[in-house]
């Protein structure tokens, strides 16, 4: 009931009772006695106890209304100030660029205690040394990782804008040696930023075009471990890895609701790199080439993070050297298998000439006067088990051989790699590992040089 008809109907019981006051009482003035005037009073009392149980009735109505807009506003006082809460909250995890567009902050402070059987890790990718060097153990954290994220709400020639950009302290380091960036007893190791990889992207429902510095189309994969990071794991020795330029395209075609088709091709800028090449010939060399690449993958999903993919690529390439054109060709064939949440398997196959340029361990070409490619083939295999959602192991090795006709004196004839690691989640964000592993490289002529390792690593994903 309003306030405005509970007031109508309160004037309007007085009224009534005042004309039946007035009618009743000149009709007993002419023709009643004292006891119908009796019944008359007890009637009017009658009437004034409604009157004013009426006039309580309207009090309480006013109270309830008045206690129902305090609430009103009390539960509005209190959504402004959750609202608000969020707002701070979003205010504090989100920074913005110059253009008002949304950045994320993501990356891994991570901690590395190490015990290396030999220091250095050679001249060529993840390599041991004919001559190894000494024994070292100690912490670094050069392997930490800090990414932005971002992405354009607005569509450009009715694309999605995507990009990522990684750094980490890994600037200063022998890029053969994961740990030698958090040596502190030479400045020339100290840890100093540098670029991993960055990549924008322009996404549309089929396809997408995405230019940027990652590794080669021809191997999207690397094994898991947060003891190798600086470098990836296996590097020379089956895991082509060198994070370059590149301009990449992909088309996807949907075969079903479960099956899909992915065609990728992409421009990569090779690395032609000094200590490939035979000392007379480095002043000759073009540091970097162009490469044509190309890749085609069969994914089967059976769930949101389970199924199989399939691929095969290729790459192409020449290195310009001492006035001649070295070839460079590859076949790979790559894979994962994921069909439940407790195993995986996932890995990379190749074959091929001159890798060099990719991340390959060993020369790419050799010679005197006429230089000749070095044809290698490799891979690698990861196997992944996950017992529960906190506890995960990691097995993988890989390996990569040059052809021994190709090669010479003190050349590298095969260069193989293997490790195991657990990892434990201790909290949303933080992880613990154990790491213990092998490089096992043979040298042409001079026989095989091992390199143990150990790692226990904190990490914090942020």
Known sequence: MGMTGAAHELRGARTAAALVCILTGGIFLHAQDSADTKQILERLDRLERQNAELIEEVRELRNQLGAGKATSTQTLADAQAVQQARIDEQAQSKVEAAHKLPIHITGMALFNAFDLSHSDAGVYYGTVPIYPGRGEAGGTMSQSIIGLEYRDPDAILGARVYGALYMDFFGNANPSDPYAAGRTNSSYWWPSPRLRTGTISMDWASRSVTAGVDKPLIAPSSPDSLAQVGVPPLSGAGNLWLWQPQVRFEQRVRLSDRDKLRLQGELYETRETWWYVPPEYASTLEPTRPGWEGRFAFEHERDEDLGFQIASGFHVSETHVAGQTVPSHLLTFDGKYAMNHWWSLTGTAFTGENIAGLGGGGAGFIGDDVLRPVHAKGGWLQLTLAPTSRLSFHLFGGRQANRGSDLEYNSVSSNAAFAGNVYYQLAPNV????????????????????????????????
């Open 431 to 462: 992880f613990a590992a154990f790491e213990a592993g092998q490089v096992r490289t043979n040298w042409w002529q001079n026989g095989n040089r091992l390199r143990n390792m150990y790692d226990l690593s904190l990490a914090y994903m942020f």
